[in-house]
């Protein structure tokens, strides 16, 4: 019963990869960066990081804006200072309505800001006499300047930039990580096609082996041990197959899963290798330095620290802030003498703040942020390093990686040679089950052992291609198609 169910399932899995979809490892990175989440999560860094610098550059334009109160009624009793400057309750029953006009534009050279400003005020008082009171500013020009030691504007337009570049480049390194991720994955699976497919053949090679030894055993030709060790042979054969099956499944859901497939049932081809390319140290850190986000981040994260100090000292000590008017205003009990005989309005204050004994707090901070500023430069410098390491090792590894690959795959057609001479060897009874056994694990193990260099070639490939943003089979620096932002 159990051989008739285990030939039910080596049909079934005919038959499955029969109907299977089958995916080339190129074809599956290319639908991984379109559909994995990973992906999804990529675009919506990039458009983060899009829309924050258009917010950037629309925050240095001239910004309209409309304010009005349409109405505010009021019907309560208020206290109020008296012109003899007492405090006395009075009944206030009145609306009051209000609209007005704002253009406002920074001024990036001196970190203030310039507003021209447009506001017209009803005021409807009821009571005994019902008495009504307009006012107008036509215009009045404002200009405004928190501290005149720190400009916040000048540091955000050398910020911002980098920010946006670094978004950039975020994108591009995402793209190749999902290519990185899927390649781990494709081999995932192809080991356990390959595993499973090494154990259905060797389970099936036992069932013969095991019938010829049953007869050799009949008439006397071998001993009983060699019998009992094909059969636990075949028994080990039969556990392999089952516990294939259940790593083929796993790694199906996950290729499946993350190239957002309608199907498990995947059939993978082994991927070729490369044409052969030579990558010096020198061009592969020349890319990297122009090309990878790191080198824009250590920049980013100086100038944060340097506008950090700059703040400290810009407002720590000394605090001078300016605010300046012009314009013109009316009042009139009616609308139409409104617009008559304007009087001037215009005030100008400078106003300064400065710590003449405070324990030396402004010391301290003064302190605190330049070792900040040390600090980052320190972590920056082994950053720098660790990033030029990476680049240098895995360039030097990439050199060798084709001889490793060679050496496999002459490793495995010798044990699948020698396993196929070794078999006939047992079947003509010249050897014992022993070196058979020998034999077929050697081969087993060269088959994965070639595998696994193949997805060691194909993984440095693509690590390669992520420490550079460059693709060294094209000689072209690696980009992205436009992607749509909403």
């Known amino acids: ?46 458009k983060s990081g899009y829309w924050r610098y258009k917010n950037y550059q629309a925050d240095f334009l001239p910004q309209l804006s409309l304010n009005a109160t349409l109405p505010a009624y009021t019907n309560s009793i208020t206290r109020i200072t008296n012109d003899e400057g007492q405090d006395i309750f009075v009944n206030q029953n009145q609306s009051v309505m209000d609209a007005g006009l704002s253009l406002e534009q920074k001024v990036p050279f001196t970190g203030g800001a310039f507003s021209v400003n447009s506001q017209i005020d009803r005021v409807d008082r009821f009571g005994t006499q019902d008495v009504t009171n307009y006012s107008l500013i036509p215009f009045s020009i404002n200009y405004y300047q928190n501290s005149l030691f720190y400009n916040p504007y000048k540091w955000q337009r050398k910020i911002e930039p980098l920010r946006y570049e670094e978004s950039k480049r975020n994108i591009i390194e995402n793209m190749e990580d999902i290519s990185l991720t899927t390649c781990m994955l494709y081999f995932g699976l192809l080991k356990a096609q390959v595993t499973l497919d090494i154990a259905i053949k060797n389970l099936s090679n036992q069932d013969t082996l095991l019938q010829i030894t049953k007869g050799r055993f009949k008439i006397g030709k071998i001993a009983e041990n060699e019998l009992l060790q094909i059969e636990l042979s075949h028994l080990i054969s039969q556990n392999n197959v089952t516990t294939n099956t ?48 790191s080198v824009i981040q250590f920049r980013r994260r100086r100038l944060e620290a340097e506008q950090n100090l700059a703040q400290v000292k810009g407002t720590n000590r000394l605090q001078v802030n300016l605010r300046a008017n012009f314009g013109l205003n009316r009042r009139s009990e009616e609308y139409a003498t409104l617009f008559q005989e304007y009087d001037q309005q215009q005030n100008v204050a400078l106003s300064i703040r400065a710590p003449i004994f405070d324990w030396g707090v402004t010391k301290s901070k003064r302190k605190m942020a330049e070792a900040d500023l040390s600090l980052v430069e320190n972590d920056i410098e082994q950053d ?33 040679k020698r396993y196929d001479i070794t078999k006939k060897r047992y079947v003509l009874g010249k050897i014992t089950i022993t070196d058979l056994n020998i034999a077929q694990s050697e081969m087993d193990k060269a088959v994965v052992d070639y595998l696994n260099s193949l997805e060691k070639f194909w993984v440095d490939y693509y690590t390669l291609r992520r420490l550079t943003l460059y693709d060294f089979m094209e000689d072209e620096k690696i980009s992205i198609e436009d992607i749509v932002l909403d």
Do not use: C
């Not at 159990?2 to 299977?20: A, D, K, N």
């Not at 030029?388 to 990686?401: A, G, P, V, Y």
């Open 1 to 46: 019963m159990r051989t008739i169910l285990f030939f039910l399932f080596l049909i079934f899995h005919v038959f499955s990869y029969g109907q299977s979809q089958k995916i080339k490892l190129i074809e599956a990175i290319k639908i991984a960066q379109k559909k994995s989440p990973e992906y999804v999560r990529a675009v919506n860094q990039y």
């Open 246 to 293: 259940i790593l083929l499944k796993k790694t199906s859901q996950d290729l499946a899963r993350y190239l957002e497939l309608d199907t498990e049932s995947i059939e993978l081809e082994v991927p070729e290798k490369l044409d052969d390319f030579v990558v010096s140290l020198d061009k592969a850190l020349a890319e990297a330095e122009n090309n990878r986000k």
């Open 384 to 416: 720098k390093q660790a990033f030029e390491q990476e680049i240098f090792l895995h360039t030097l590894n990439w050199s060798s990686q084709r001889d490793f690959l060679a050496t496999s795959e002459k490793a495995k057609e010798i044990a699948l």
